[in-house]
């Protein structure tokens, strides 16, 4: 059974509360509940990890190699426009992943319209809310099929 990992940034475990005209009323542990059960519907296993800290997140993608995980989905949060030790992570494991974020991040800000993970993604999904999260997976098996 194909290996999945959902990967959340900081600030994500506050979905739900933390402006929700932007990200939703959705909370983060209802979102990975029901990503769990759409992956097990594909037939992938789906670990879920959440952390507001930049070496949390890349010990668990660093560990994902280790588990033979086949794919990964990111939300990195506020670290998509900060991070260089969280791409070149991404780098160095070569597992393939999708970038998705719940806002439209090219409406917003301008310092949101600039990724360090966009350009080594296997693609990326923005603006979709919550249900981003299912495309994510829905697009990951497609990949893993042709794989």
């Known amino acids: 059974m194909p290996s999945l990992l959902l990967i959340n940034g900081p600030n994500l475990n506050l979905l739900g509360s933390r402006e929700p005209d932007?990200?939703?009323v959705t909370k983060l542990a209802?979102?990975?509940k029901r990503c769990v059960g759409v992956a097990?519907?594909?037939?992938?296993?789906?670990?879920?990890?959440?952390?507001?800290?930049?070496?949390?997140l890349i010990d668990r993608v660093q560990q994902a190699a280790a588990e033979d995980v086949n794919?990964?989905?990111l939300n990195p949060g506020g670290f998509t426009h900060t991070s260089v030790a969280l791409r070149d992570a991404f780098l160095a494991v070569q597992?393939?992943?999708?970038?998705?974020h719940l806002s439209n991040t090219?409406?917003?800000?301008?310092?949101?319209?600039?990724?360090?993970?966009s350009d080594i993604a296997t693609s990326c999904l923005f603006g979709f809310?919550?249900?981003?999260?299912?495309l994510a997976l829905q697009?990951?098996?497609?990949h893993i099929s042709k794989s």
């Open 22 to 24: 932007v990200y939703g």
């Open 30 to 32: 209802d979102i990975e």
């Open 40 to 56: 097990g519907e594909l037939g992938h296993e789906l670990q879920c990890f959440q952390s507001n800290a930049e070496h949390e």
């Open 71 to 73: 794919f990964i989905i």
């Open 95 to 100: 597992i393939p992943f999708i970038e998705m």
């Open 106 to 117: 090219f409406a917003r800000e301008e310092f949101r319209h600039s990724s360090y993970f």
């Open 129 to 134: 809310g919550a249900f981003g999260y299912e």
């Open 139 to 142: 697009a990951a098996d497609r």
